[in-house]
Each structure stands twice: as C-alpha cells, then as structure tokens.
Nanobody, 124 residues
Framework: QVQLVESGGGLVQAGGSLRLSCAAS????????MGWFRQAPGKEREFVAA????????LYADSVKGRFTISRDNAKSTVYLQMNSLKSEDAAVYYC?????????????????WGQGTQVTVSS
C-alpha cells in the first residue's frame, strides 16, 4: 500500500503561482510513477503531469506544458507540482496518484493509489 497526502492548494489570482506537495509513504517508490490529476465540477478527472520516480522522466498534458513542473524529492518521498501563470481553467481539485511500473500513464484507472485531493481556486 502507498499512502498519499496532498497539500498546498488554495486561492490564487490569475497569473499567480502555487506549489502542490504530495507526501508518499508505505512503499519504496523506486518502481513507481507518480502522477497529478485534476477534476473540476461537472468534469471528468484529467491528467496533468507524471514523473517516473527512479529516472525522473516526465510527461505533461498539453494544457499545462510550459507552465507546470512536476518534480520529486527522494529524501522526503515527496512529489511536487509547481504551477505558474495560473488561469481560471486550472481551478479544480488536484489529486496525487501512484502506480507501480515505469510507463508514464495518463488514464486515472491506471493508477492504484490516490490522495484525498487539494482544492485550487483561481480568481480572475
């Protein structure tokens, strides 16, 4: 089992920045891929970014490419999502997820472990 706890959400003005954190525990993450997803009201959960824990390979949704950065800190077993130039359409509940494997998957059903989510609100 992998336990995931997100933090760092909040209210930010359009154009501003936030950094989300996801603290992982329960397993060694070297064989895991960590992902960030988001879900706005009335919409399906969508892929944002993923990172392969061991090699550091990353993948981003086109909608966030160039604005968001996913990274991980091995010592803290924590993955981050740095979000810059935030737009109103970025507002959502953001979820951290983990999957055992090396492929940078983009479908929610490919991830077995999920955090509780953290709310990001963007004011215009």
């Amino acid at each position: 089992q992998v336990q995931l706890v997100e933090s760092g959400g909040g209210l930010v003005q359009a154009g501003g920045s936030l950094r989300l954190s996801c603290a992982a525990s329960g397993r060694t993450l070297s064989n895991y891929v960590m992902g960030w997803f988001r879900q706005a009201p009335g919409k399906e959960r969508e892929f944002v970014a993923a990172v392969r824990w061991s090699a550091g390979n990353t993948l981003y949704a086109d909608s966030v490419k160039g604005r968001f950065t996913i990274s991980r800190d091995n010592a803290k077993s924590t993955v981050y999502l740095q979000m810059n130039s935030l737009k109103s359409e970025d507002a959502a509940v953001y979820y951290c997820a983990a999957r055992n494997g090396v492929r940078l998957a983009v479908r929610p059903d490919e991830y077995a472990y999920w955090g509780q989510g953290t709310q990001v609100t963007v004011s215009s």
